[in-house]
């Protein structure tokens, strides 16, 4: 079975300050991990994702994340906060190729003040 | 420009009442799923679809009901079995098969408010 655990339901950090969302898998299998925004009242749209290869990985946005197998970790990061970041933000995790279910976390909703 | 289109955005519905989502995907994406969303509890899966006039039960199916007669369409009907069905609703698709890597293409959701 797998899971995704984030910690912290919301995350508050002033504008030009660094970005950190943290998200905890497990998986019995080499995972798929993926980052999700949704901005209030939309859809998810994907932020970038991790399938095999080099664990630092960029996405839209200027955000990125790093697979670290040893800590079953896939943190998300951003150097400079920016007011249109706020959002709220979904970590997931799938088992690989061929058909999956994605397993979402809870969600965390990032707070951006000036 | 290809995406996922659900409809309506806001619906109002009174007790006891079914009412039915759409969802209409021109990706040519085998897999489709309807999603629940809470406050505080992330997505949870009510049904998916690998292919055409086959789907899946989900996490919390009790109460809903789809159909998934074209490869297109995906229609979530929310019963008067369903205890608690205000919540907002998202439609999703993915490549499916033995391609892709899972990632999921998503609708604008639809929200549902039971008065």
């Not at chain 2, 021109?26 to 998916?48: C, E, F, K, S, T």
């Not at chain 2, 899972?102 to 929200?111: A, V």
Request: charged share 15%; net charge neutral.
């Amino acid at each position: 079975a797998q899971s995704v655990t984030q910690l912290g339901s919301h995350v508050s950090v002033s504008e030009g300050a660094l970005v950190l969302l943290r998200c905890n898998y497990s998986s019995s299998v080499p995972p798929y991990l993926f980052w999700y925004v949704q901005y209030p009242n939309q859809g998810l749209q994907l932020l970038l994702k991790y399938t095999t290869g080099a664990t630092l990985v960029k996405g839209i946005n200027g955000f990125e994340a790093e697979f670290k197998k040893s800590e079953t970790s896939f943190h998300l990061t951003k150097p400079s906060a920016h007011m249109s970041d706020a959002a709220e933000y979904f970590c997931a995790v799938g088992r690989g190729t061929g058909f999956q279910k994605l397993v979402f976390g809870t969600g965390t909703r990032l707070l951006v003040s000036p | 420009d290809g995406g996922i289109t659900q409809s309506p955005k806001y619906l109002f519905r009174k007790e006891g009442q079914n009412v039915t989502l759409s969802c209409e995907q021109n990706l040519n994406h085998d897999a489709m799923y309807w999603y629940r969303q809470d406050p505080g509890q992330g997505l949870r899966l009510i049904y998916y679809s690998q292919i055409v006039n086959d789907f899946q039960k989900g996490d919390i199916a009790e109460g809903y009901s789809v159909s998934r007669e074209k490869k297109e369409s995906f229609p979530l009907t929310v019963t008067s079995a369903q205890k608690n069905p205000t919540a907002f609703y998202l439609c999703a698709s993915s490549i499916g098969g033995g391609a892709g890597t899972g990632e999921l293409f998503f609708g604008e959701g639809s929200r549902l408010t039971v008065l």
